[in-house]
């Protein structure tokens, strides 16, 4: 099985840093997704790490441990636009795929 | 290039009834995924179509099941509809098999069970 672990809401201001953590446990550790789901759509991909480290991609970076089970994404320059939901995902066992419940972040001018 | 489309938008049922949630992928891509999003729960995995057949199911019981067609659309049905069926059921595909391929979301099908 596998248990993934993320805050449930924080509130940031506009221009500032924010970091969303997930930790997680499991077996079979194979990749780990973060996609954004903003209110009443559909959740689009922001990034993939299968290799301990920092993925970098705009204002949007993605780190990874798989010796402690910890990811987080950043986001940089925030923008009113980057208020959603940001889960993470977990690809494990016998090619299966498990989300977290999702970070809401809520920007504020 | 058309992305996921699924149908309908919305679907009103009562308990008991049936539900038919339809799903239509990314042209060429062939692994369609389905996933139930309950208020205040995360993403919770049901099943993965790859070529017309099932190859992984989530935990849930036997009266959700579906179908891939020669096409790639998939269908997604939910017998015997019980109250707590209530969410949002998103539809996803990939290029080919395998989770560690990236999901392309459809807006989903929000689905009240009174």
């Known amino acids: 099985g596998q248990n993934i672990d993320q805050p449930t809401e924080m509130t940031a201001t506009e221009g500032a840093i924010v970091q969303i953590n997930c930790t997680y446990q499991t077996s079979g550790f194979n990749g780990l997704f973060w996609y954004q789901q903003h209110a009443g759509e559909a959740p689009t991909f922001l990034s993939y790490n299968v290799l301990d480290g920092l993925e970098e991609k705009g204002r949007f970076s993605s780190f990874l441990s798989r010796s402690k089970g910890y990811s987080y994404l950043l986001l940089k320059e925030l923008q009113m636009k980057d208020s959603a939901s940001y889960l993470c995902a977990l690809i494990y066992g016998n090619n299966r795929l498990a989300f977290g419940k999702g970070n809401q972040v809520v920007v504020i001018p | 290039e058309a992305g996921v489309t699924q149908s309908p938008t919305h679907l009103i049922k009562t308990r008991g009834q049936q539900a038919t949630l339809r799903c239509s992928p990314i042209s060429g891509h062939t692994s369609v995924y389905w996933y139930q999003q309950a208020l205040g729960l995360g993403l919770q995995f049901l099943l993965w179509?790859?070529?017309?057949?099932?190859?992984n199911r989530g935990n849930f019981p036997p009266r959700f099941s579906g179908r891939q067609f020669p096409n790639y659309s998939s269908e997604l049905n939910v017998n015997a509809l019980e109250l707590e069926d209530s969410a949002l059921y998103l539809c996803?595909?990939?290029?080919?098999?395998?989770?560690?391929?990236?999901?392309?979301f459809g807006s989903g099908t929000q689905l009240s069970v009174l």
């Open positions: 996803a595909s990939s290029p080919m098999g395998g989770p560690n391929e990236k999901l392309f």
């Open positions: 179509y790859d070529e017309g057949e099932e190859r």
